[in-house]
């Protein structure tokens, strides 16, 4: 069971870019949460993800001895129903937010690397992804803020 909440339902197996996989399906999620709830809720159940995952990492790597391993993408699902709850529920500003999201999770710039390096156990796991969320839900925001803002229509 364990396992399967880390993984986020066998898609951090997937054999190549489980990060990817795993925010993927994160943003698939979060669309139908945003068809149903409000980005109140998404934004509870990514702190609920959070929470649940510090402490289920924190169990996994006493019994694996593998600190962030590659298929464990509860974080990345964490991460990126926080971006899209900052950001918006329109199409566009999902899209944009698993965007922002993947290239801070994949390049880590500034602090988001030093958590990465310097944080052990589930907090340092969760706790990267959980602030590239944030990042990426309020850069998503400007972007999107600034194309209507000139006319742009997206999506």
């Not at 510090?54 to 298929?71: F, L, Q, R």
């Not at 500003?93 to 922002?100: A, E, G, M, N, V």
């Not at 390096?117 to 925001?141: C, E, I, Y």
Request: a neutral charge; one cysteine or more; proline letters at 2%.
């Amino acid at each position: 069971m364990q396992k399967l909440f880390l993984t986020f339902f066998g898609t951090g197996l997937l054999p190549k870019a489980p990060g990817t996989w795993g925010s993927l399906a994160g943003m698939v999620c979060a669309y139908i949460i945003l068809a149903y709830f409000s980005s109140t809720t998404l934004f509870l159940a990514s702190i609920l993800l959070f929470l649940l995952g510090v402490s289920a990492v924190e169990s996994y790597e006493k019994i694996t001895g593998e600190h962030d391993s590659s298929h464990i993408v509860i974080d990345e699902v964490a991460g990126v129903f926080l971006a899209i709850a900052i950001s918006g529920a329109t199409f566009a500003q999902i899209l944009l937010s698993f965007l922002f999201f993947r290239l801070l999770d994949i390049k880590k710039p500034s602090i988001i690397g030093r958590i990465d390096r310097n944080v052990k156990g589930g907090l340092g796991v969760m706790g990267d992804d959980m602030v590239a969320g944030f990042f990426a839900g309020l850069m998503s925001a400007i972007a999107y803020g600034v194309c209507l803002k000139f006319g742009i229509n997206l999506i």
